[in-house]
């Protein structure tokens, strides 16, 4: 099911990116367009400034777009992210305009769910001395479509955790409406090497369209953490 959303959603992306601009890039009033984005709290950009594999998401007005948005901001604190149904995606999805329109959408608590992150360890063969470095990762299924991905680089010997060399994540597949900022991360290594700690800060980025406008809105700042044994 997930693989045939995704094919369909990627087809629909791919399509848009070779045809013509889209309808909801086209001229407003340019003063209808600031009061939008000053009640959303958003900053207007164009279709060029949307990140890539990104879909953003249509609602009919003002009330709707600010309800999604502080039930996915409440849901997001909670560790819950939105899931809807194939059938729902399918329905929503605009492939003329590579928009999600949620203006028929009664999108409630009980869309939304959390998922349990998924933890996996690569080694690097390569080493300089007794010292070698390998990759920790944390994926958490944000819905049907995205991922939710941290990567810890470090380095170890004699069957411990030595020295974290970087820290990175990533917000991966096609994502709803919204994207990732990593802003700094905190890494640590505790019980005498057998253990790497690590937390990554920063923010989601919603991306919203009322009445041809397209609207990017700074979500609140957001941690997410892992820990991993040797």
Do not use: C, R
Not at 182 to 189: A, K, R
Not at 197 to 206: E, I, L, P, Q, S
Request: aromatic share 10%; hydrophobic share 30%.
């Amino acid at each position: 099911m997930k693989k045939k959303i995704y094919s369909l959603l990627l087809i629909g992306v791919l399509s848009f990116n070779m045809s013509s601009t889209p309808v909801f890039a086209s001229g407003v009033d340019t003063i209808n367009q600031q009061e939008i984005a000053s009640e959303l709290n958003g900053t207007i950009i164009t279709t060029d400034e949307l990140p890539d594999n990104v879909i953003p998401i249509k609602f009919d007005n003002i009330e709707q777009a600010k309800k999604y948005i502080q039930l996915s901001e409440q849901m997001l604190s909670e560790e819950k992210s939105l899931n809807l149904s194939e059938n729902q995606l399918e329905s929503a999805y605009d492939s003329e305009n590579n928009i999600m329109d949620f203006s028929n959408l009664n999108i409630t608590e009980k869309d939304y769910q959390a998922v349990s992150p998924k933890l996996s360890q690569i080694n690097d063969s390569s080493s300089i001395l007794s010292t070698n470095t390998g990759v920790k990762t944390y994926s958490k299924s944000m819905n049907l479509t995205a991922s939710f991905n941290i990567y810890a680089k470090y380095s170890y010997a004699n069957s411990k955790f030595k020295s974290v060399i970087s820290v990175t994540s990533t917000y991966t597949g096609l994502t709803i409406g919204n994207s990732w900022t990593q802003d700094t991360y905190s890494s640590s290594i505790t019980s005498s090497g057998k253990k790497l700690n690590v937390t990554v800060y920063g923010h989601f980025d919603h991306y919203i369209i009322i009445d041809t406008t397209l609207t990017q809105i700074s979500s609140t700042k957001k941690q997410y953490s892992a820990s991993w044994d040797y």
